[in-house]
């Protein structure tokens, strides 16, 4: 979920932003996850938008790669959903 001033992208509804260490995700998809997040600070702006309507479609397309493939790691025991702002 892209948030203001947030540095990980990963949230829970009972405990809020958080990287479970029983995940078990790779350096590289967190790394991945990382960048995504850098991304959405540099390109948006809150009250004004994207910086161009291309840049939320990459944003968005890049995210719902990230969201399946993280899916695809947790199993169906978490229910990844992926919010980005526009």
Do not use: C
Not at 43 to 71: I, M
Request: aromatic share 14%.
């Amino acid at each position: 979920m892209d948030e203001y001033g947030s540095r990980w992208p990963l949230w829970t509804y009972d405990e809020g932003q958080e990287d479970r260490p029983e995940w078990n995700i790779p350096s590289e998809m967190k790394a991945e996850l990382v960048a995504w997040t850098r991304e959405f600070h540099f390109q948006f702006e809150e009250g004004l938008g994207w910086d161009t309507p291309t840049a939320f479609r990459a944003h968005v397309k890049k995210g719902e790669s990230l969201a399946r493939r993280l899916q695809e790691l947790l199993g169906h025991e978490y229910a990844v959903e992926l919010i980005v702002m526009n």
